[in-house]
């Protein structure tokens, strides 16, 4: 039976032209970790011709984290995601999808969100790694919502996490005092009561392709260069940050006005609307562009810098935490950034349930004890692959295979 939810639906007028979901998607967890390691700007005059006045003026920001060394993308996608599954009081087994927006993974495979999904124990989900830039967490939110209001799902994770500055080319000032590292994460559910997920405008135009971007291991010729051909350095970023933020402030007023739409509302009916943190100038742009005050979005650059795929759920986080967003509230994200992508979002805030630091005790120890069983199973089943291999090479067929990978060696095309 569908519960339905009276004050979300007479502020919603075209409800009636999307299919009724078999079960509405909500936000029901939320988390956070960021580096301890504060940079400032003056850190950063030191390491380029900048000043504090000039990246405060122009961007907003006055610090962001870095990374430590122990520290990496999947590890601090870890963190947020245990404390998203604490606030929903969610166990890892239950648990169907991961994903994990980002696009400084520390492999191309296996994915940050294998890495999580095993060390939280979340042994019943499917786990990948999206790529789409400052656009990603969206886009991951909007897959895991698709997959709960079809049926085939009830529970998922999606985790933004970045250590932008191990791809920040550190002598272009242009660039490296933009960007910080940090994760966030939030677990979705089923349920019968309307609202949740309400919209989704995902956008992608790869012509602007070249405005921002890091080359990778499949970049062409990269065989012992530190440059490809365009003068592009190989696994660090570039941008041509005038482009950018001009498609920045058309893209977020246009999407932001879709999905309003696409969910039956208009931008008067939202509450706070969360939007990738790049620039103060571009939020306080496109407010101008849709008439409406600064206030509306949520900001926090001047903390963390550009956090590219996490700043979504990181600046959703301290709303919550801030008491900007209300059971019922209608908020929305807008995302934008590589590919070039943009992506913007209304949510139904419908969690009245879940308040941080009220997760049942006992399935707080019982997630503690899969985290710890987690780590065991890695460490046993790592051992048992290599007591097991060092068993075949002692088996006879072993020397056979041996002899005959010899004879092929010799005779290529026998
Ligand atoms: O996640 C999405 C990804 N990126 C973005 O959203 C970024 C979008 N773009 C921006 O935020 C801005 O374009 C920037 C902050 C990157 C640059 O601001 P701007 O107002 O567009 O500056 P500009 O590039 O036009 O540069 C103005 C001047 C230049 O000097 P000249 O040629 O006028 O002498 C730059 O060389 O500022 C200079 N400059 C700097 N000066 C001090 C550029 N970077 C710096 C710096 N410190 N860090």
Known sequence: MVTTNTTAQSARTNNGARPTPVQYAHIVGWGMAVPETVMTNDDLSAIVETSDEWIRTRT???????????????????????????????????????????????????????????????????????????????????????????????TALVVGSETMSRVLDWSDRSTCILFGDGAGAVVLKASDVDGGVLSAVLRSDGTGGDLLGIPTVGSLDIEGVTEISNGHKFGKMHMNGGEVFKFATRVIGDSLTQAA?????????????????????ILHAA????????????????????????????????????????????????????????????????????????????????????????????????????????FARLRPEHGRMDRLKHKAEQHPFE
Request: charged share 15%.
């Open 261 to 281: 739409q696409q969910a039956g509302i208009t931008l008067a009916d939202i509450k706070l609307i969360v939007p990738h943190q790049a620039n103060a100038r």
């Open 287 to 390: 407010a101008r562009n849709l008439k409406i005050s600064d206030a509306l979005f949520m900001s926090n650059v001047e903390r963390y810098g550009n956090t590219s795929s996490a700043s979504i759920p990181i600046a959703l986080c301290e709303a919550v935490q801030q008491g900007r967003i209300q059971p019922n509230d209608y908020i929305a994200f807008v995302g934008f950034g590589g590919g070039l992508t943009w992506a913007a979002m209304v949510v139904q805030w419908g969690s009245p349930q879940v308040t941080a630091g009220t997760s049942n005790f006992i399935n707080r120890q019982r997630r503690q004890l899969s985290y710890r069983l987690a780590a065991w199973r890695r460490t046993l089943l790592r051992a048992s692959r290599s007591i097991g291999s060092s």
């Open 60 to 154: 907003g920001i006055r610090e962001r984290r870095i990374a430590s060394d122990h520290e990496s993308t999947a590890t601090l996608g870890l963190k947020a995601a245990q404390h998203a599954l604490e606030v929903a009081d969610v166990l890892p087994a239950e648990v169907e999808l991961v994903i994990c927006a980002t696009s400084t993974p520390e492999h191309i495979f296996p994915s940050a969100a294998s890495l999580i999904q095993a060390w939280l124990g979340a042994n019943n989900a499917g786990a990948f790694d999206l790529s789409a830039a400052c656009s990603g967490f969206v886009y991951g939110v909007n897959i895991a919502a698709q997959a709960i209001r079809s049926g085939s799902i009830r």
